[in-house]
C-alpha cells in the first residue's frame, strides 16, 4: 500500500483524474467517483472497490486479482488486458465495457450486467455468472475467438468479434455462423468451421435433446 493511503486508508469519494501505475492495493474505495479516470496498469489488487462509479474508466492492464467490485459501475469501461482473476464482481453494471483480453479466471459475475460487454479472447476459465454457461473455442490463427453462451432457459448465443448470431425460428445460431464464416472468413473458413463444430458439440453435452426435440 502506497504511504498516502497508510495514512488514509478511507480515501476521498472524488477521485477523477490520471491514476496510472499507481499503488491502490488494499485500498477502502467503495462508492468512489473514478468515472472517466485513467488508471493504465494501476495496482488494486484486493481493494475494495464495491459500489464505485467507474463510467468509461481506463484500466487496460490493471492489477484487480481479488478486488471488490460488488455493484460497481463499470458502463463503458476499458478494460481490455486488466487482470480480474477472483474479483468479485457481482452485481456489477458491465454493459458497454471492454473486456477483450482481460484475465477473468475463477471471477465471480453472477447477477453482473454483461449486456453488450466485449469478452473477445477474454480468459473466462472457472468464472461464475448467473443462469449463463459461457464456453470458448479455440482461438483462430488470425487471433479471432468463438465464446458461446447458453442458460438455464435453453438455446444460445455465439459471439466474435464484432459478429453476433442466436437462435430463432428460421435457424439456429449454429448454422448462422457456419454461412456467415464460408462467405466471410475467407482462407480462415474451415478453420472457423471446426471451431463452430467444436462449440455445437460442447452444446450437445449441456442439452444432449436440444437439436431432437
Request: glycine share 10%; net charge neutral; with cysteine.
Amino acid at each position: 500500500m502506497s504511504p498516502a493511503l497508510e495514512s488514509n486508508p478511507k480515501m476521498s469519494t472524488h477521485l477523477r483524474g490520471h491514476f496510472r501505475v499507481a499503488d491502490l492495493r488494499g485500498a477502502d474505495l467503495s462508492g468512489a467517483d473514478f468515472s472517466g479516470s485513467y488508471l493504465r496498469g494501476a495496482y488494486l489488487s484486493g481493494a475494495d472497490l464495491s459500489g464505485a462509479d467507474f463510467r468509461r474508466a481506463y484500466f487496460r492492464g490493471a492489477d484487480l486479482r481479488g478486488a471488490d467490485l460488488r455493484g460497481a459501475d463499470l458502463r463503458g469501461a476499458s478494460l481490455c488486458g486488466a487482470d480480474l482473476q477472483k474479483s468479485d464482481l457481482r452485481g456489477a453494471d458491465l454493459s458497454g465495457a471492454d473486456l477483450s483480453t482481460s484475465n477473468l479466471r475463477g471471477a465471480d459475475l453472477r447477477g453482473a450486467n454483461i449486456f453488450t460487454a466485449d469478452f473477445s479472447r477474454a480468459v473466462i476459465y472457472n468464472a461464475a455468472f448467473t443462469n449463463l454457461i459461457v464456453k470458448q473455442g479455440p482461438i483462430r490463427s488470425d487471433g479471432c475467438q468463438y465464446i458461446l453462451y447458453t442458460s438455464a432457459l435453453g438455446g444460445c448465443v455465439i459471439k466474435t468479434g464484432r459478429e453476433t448470431w442466436w437462435s430463432c425460428e428460421e435457424a439456429d445460431a449454429f448454422e448462422k455462423a457456419r454461412h456467415h464464416s464460408r462467405i466471410n472468413a475467407k482462407k480462415y473458413a474451415a478453420e472457423a468451421l471446426r471451431i463452430i463444430d467444436f462449440l455445437k458439440s460442447e452444446f450437445e453435452l449441456i442439452w444432449p435433446d436440444y437439436f431432437y426435440a
